[in-house]
């Protein structure tokens, strides 16, 4: 029998869950019963659903209306858990956005209610075939001992991309935490991955250094960096800016006594000490979610893999208010909705972060402060 599966949320990246779930459900692996929306959802967004599905305002009548056996939360990221709860509440397994949970207590109360039930996390990168080869290349000392591990990222980010959302650029909403920030969201892969491949994501680091700065007038950061130290563990280090002067391909970088590993992890190209490799694109996590609960395939992002990605989430929302760029190493590019901000050089200071495995502030960069230590 085919799970009837939901999507809490019908815009923005919630449109790509519907895709997903849309290709399935052509494909008579679930039943796409419904989606729901506080705002009226984009056309585009019904157009995905298939005849007679359910579309409402309200999660909890939606579950109502059609008993679903998994529900995808893609909402805003104050609003997961609450959604978690009310769609476990109701009897079904999870897939839930990135980040799953904005504190360690969340995590733990997530992890309680979610026991017997399967929880998958949106870290699509953990689907990536790059992550064997990664390992193996590891196993099989290719690049001698692993010293560190690091992760980079700098993207162009304009006005109309804090536009998009209440809560885009904000570190709370109405008193309630959001923290959206570099690090915590659009780079959140960055940090997890690089967590994963650590082999560290389901532990706690025994400390952690986070550095928040901002380009534009916002609450959150747009330039961030962090280190998250661990008993017996390598350090992993990641540095990232969406005032970039142009957009890259993010990465981990692993460093070894005896060479390094490079993973695009959006493209999936490895380089192994100087030889490329081409890993296969990633498996989709909802036809994971499926396969797990019908053949009991393992989980590919499982909630118990972002433990450590939560204690960092933890680490930047108890962190002072991000530090404003002095005006002089900030320029305004463009106009309108197509504004961006630019640092001059901070492209390379942040792939001079992971070649280093170092903090903006330890690299003594002119614009950053004193590093705030959680």
């Given at each position: 029998m085919r799970p009837g599966v939901v999507v809490f949320g019908m815009a923005g990246y919630a449109g790509q869950h519907l895709r997903q779930a849309r290709a399935l459900h052509d494909r008579g692996e679930i039943l796409l019963s419904g989606a729901c929306d506080i705002r009226e959802p984009p056309e585009d967004a019904r157009a995905l659903l298939p005849e007679g599905a359910a579309i409402t305002r309200d999660a909890a009548e939606l579950l109502a209306r059609t008993t679903p056996d998994v529900a995808v939360v893609a909402t805003p990221p104050h609003t997961h858990l609450p959604l978690a709860k009310l769609a476990?509440?109701?009897?079904?397994?999870?897939?839930?956005?990135?980040?799953?949970?904005?504190?360690?207590?969340?995590?733990?109360?997530?992890?309680?209610?979610?026991?017997?039930?399967?929880?998958?996390?949106?870290?699509?990168?953990?689907?990536?075939?790059?992550?064997p080869l990664v390992r193996r290349a590891i196993a099989n000392g290719e690049i001698g001992t692993v010293t560190g591990i690091a992760a980079a990222g700098a993207w162009i980010r304009r006005d109309r991309y804090f536009a998009r959302a209440a809560w885009a650029g904000r570190r709370r909403v109405g008193g309630q935490p959001v923290v959206d920030g570099a690090l915590t969201n659009p780079f959140a892969h960055a940090v997890a991955t690089a967590l994963l491949v650590n082999g560290t994501a389901e532990d706690l680091p025994e400390r952690t250094a986070v550095e928040l700065y901002r380009a534009r007038d916002i609450e959150s950061d747009d330039t961030a960096c962090a280190r998250l130290s661990f008993a017996g563990a390598p350090d992993v280090v990641v540095a990232a800016t969406l005032d970039a002067e142009a957009d890259h391909d993010p990465y981990v970088l692993v460093h070894g006594t005896n060479g390094r590993i490079r993973w695009h992890y959006k493209t999936d190209l490895l380089t192994v000490d100087g030889e490329q490799r081409q890993a296969a694109p990633p498996r989709d996590l909802l036809a994971n979610l499926v396969a797990h609960l019908r053949d009991g395939e393992p989980l590919l992002?499982?909630?118990?893999?972002?433990?450590?990605?939560?204690?960092?989430?933890?680490?930047?929302?108890?962190?002072?208010?991000?530090?404003?760029?002095?005006?002089?190493?900030?320029?305004?590019?463009?106009?309108g909705p197509d504004r961006h901000f630019v640092v001059p050089g901070i492209d390379r200071d942040v792939d001079t972060a992971a070649e280093r495995l170092a903090l903006f502030s330890e690299l003594a960069l002119p614009w950053t402060g004193a590093a705030t230590r959680a």
């Open positions: 476990l509440a109701a009897g079904c397994h999870l897939l839930v956005e990135k980040p799953p949970v904005l504190d360690l207590a969340a995590f733990a109360e997530l992890t309680e209610l979610a026991r017997g039930r399967a929880c998958q996390t949106g870290f699509q990168s953990f689907g990536s075939a790059a992550i992002a499982p909630l118990a893999a972002t433990r450590a990605f939560t204690a960092l989430v933890e680490a930047v929302r108890d962190a002072p208010e991000p530090l404003p760029l002095p005006t002089e190493w900030v320029q305004a590019v463009d106009s």
